[in-house]
């Protein structure tokens, strides 16, 4: 082994013998200090796919409790990185032999805990070849924030959504464990609900498609038998009248043939039923108009035009004969390539 002094202000070659510092000193063992601007204090480069730099500690990590065992560790006390990598292909990689994380951000101060920017690709990207795990997988423990949230400055389009789900295997491109809400409208193909079979759950779906209409119409119904005059009031909800305008009715006469008719038309909350015979059992259906604040500002236009960016293009594109790319929301997501096999931590030798 070749033995000698360090050289300042020139270059050192050991050749294919290893230095080693070895030091029981606090609160580090080699402090390297560039006080020249802009330029870094340590610098280190690995040739033949080895590592500029490799960090080794057996140290525990953030969710056992301790800050102190970080193989490489990095600290700005301004407002730059405390790490950072550039490469023509991964600028900053992270690998884990177990089930910690491959790479960990955390922020006490306010900041994010990890922060990802692209001007040509994916700000954060998460791959996954397990069958239960997530690419991507996001949630919050306090209670009242976001598990995951997107957000799109873009107007109208296939590439306007603030999240996009798109599965080219034929299954779902979201699933909600929950309540779903929406502040906006829902545009769909179609839709219904499906259960399991009421007479066989095990075995068996039940499906059933929703009743479509041009207009917000809300639907309301009942049965009522008539009186000794053959009178009948029907009270509807005390809010009817607010939410709804232009009335429409249906009677249907039940178990005996006698004519029906409404007497008397929606006021208050309520309308009147007469029929030819007393005590006859009718039943009833209304229907109403929305009228609500929301409504009347965003009541669909029924045929409407397809802007000219949209032209050429299909919400339902195979259905049509045309290839998938035709579709108004297909999108060539941009990925980076997949990450490389990991075949083990680097050699501390």
């Known amino acids: 082994m070749t033995v000698g002094n360090l050289q300042y202000g020139t270059g050192n070659n050991s050749g294919n013998d290893s230095t080693m510092l070895v030091s029981t000193a606090t609160p580090h063992s080699l402090r390297v200090e560039n006080t020249s601007f802009g330029n870094p204090a340590l610098v280190g480069r690995g040739n033949n796919q080895g590592h500029g730099v490799a960090g080794y500690s057996n140290g525990c990590s953030f969710p056992e409790g301790c800050f102190n065992g970080a193989g490489v560790y990095g600290e700005n006390t301004g407002t730059g990185y405390g790490v950072r990598g550039w490469s023509p292909g991964v600028g900053v990689g992270g690998y884990a032999g177990g089930a910690s994380a491959g790479v960990d951000g955390g922020n006490w101060s306010g900041g994010d805990g990890v922060d990802g920017f692209s001007t040509q690709r994916n700000g954060v990207q998460g791959v996954s070849r397990s069958p239960v795990a997530s690419g991507v997988y996001g949630e919050n423990m306090s209670g009242d924030g976001f598990g995951?949230?997107?957000?799109?400055?873009?107007?109208?389009?296939?590439?306007?959504?603030?999240?996009?789900?798109?599965?080219?295997?034929?299954?779902?491109?979201?699933?909600?464990?929950?309540?779903?809400?929406?502040?906006?409208?829902?545009?769909?193909?179609g839709g219904g609900f499906r259960i399991d079979h009421p007479?066989?759950?095990?075995?068996?779906?039940?499906?059933?498609?929703?009743?479509?209409?041009?207009?917000?119409?809300?639907?309301?119904?009942?049965?009522?038998?008539?009186?000794?005059?053959?009178?009948?009031?029907?009270?509807?909800?005390?809010?009817?009248?607010?939410?709804?305008?232009?009335?429409?009715?249906?009677?249907?006469v039940i178990g005996q043939f006698a004519q029906a008719i409404v007497a008397e038309d929606v006021r208050e909350n309520r309308f009147s039923i007469r029929t030819d015979r007393p005590e006859v059992r009718v039943s009833w259906q209304v229907t109403g108009v929305r009228q609500d604040a929301w409504a009347n500002d965003h009541r669909p236009e029924v045929e409407e035009d397809k802007p000219e960016e949209e032209r050429g293009r299909y919400l339902a594109a195979e259905e049509h004969g045309q290839p998938m790319s035709a579709g108004l929301f297909y999108v060539e997501v941009s990925t980076s390539e997949e990450p490389r096999e990991q075949t083990g931590a680097p050699s501390e030798t």
């Open 148 to 189: 995951v949230a997107g957000r799109s400055n873009a107007g109208r389009g296939a590439n306007g959504a603030a999240v996009l789900g798109d599965n080219t295997a034929g299954g779902f491109a979201g699933v909600f464990n929950g309540t779903v809400r929406i502040n906006g409208t829902l545009s769909k193909a």
């Open 199 to 252: 007479m066989e759950p095990s075995s068996r779906y039940l499906n059933h498609s929703f009743v479509e209409s041009p207009d917000m119409m809300n639907v309301y119904n009942g049965n009522v038998t008539t009186d000794l005059d053959g009178n009948a009031v029907v009270e509807l909800p005390r809010y009817f009248e607010a939410l709804n305008r232009d009335f429409r009715y249906q009677l249907t």
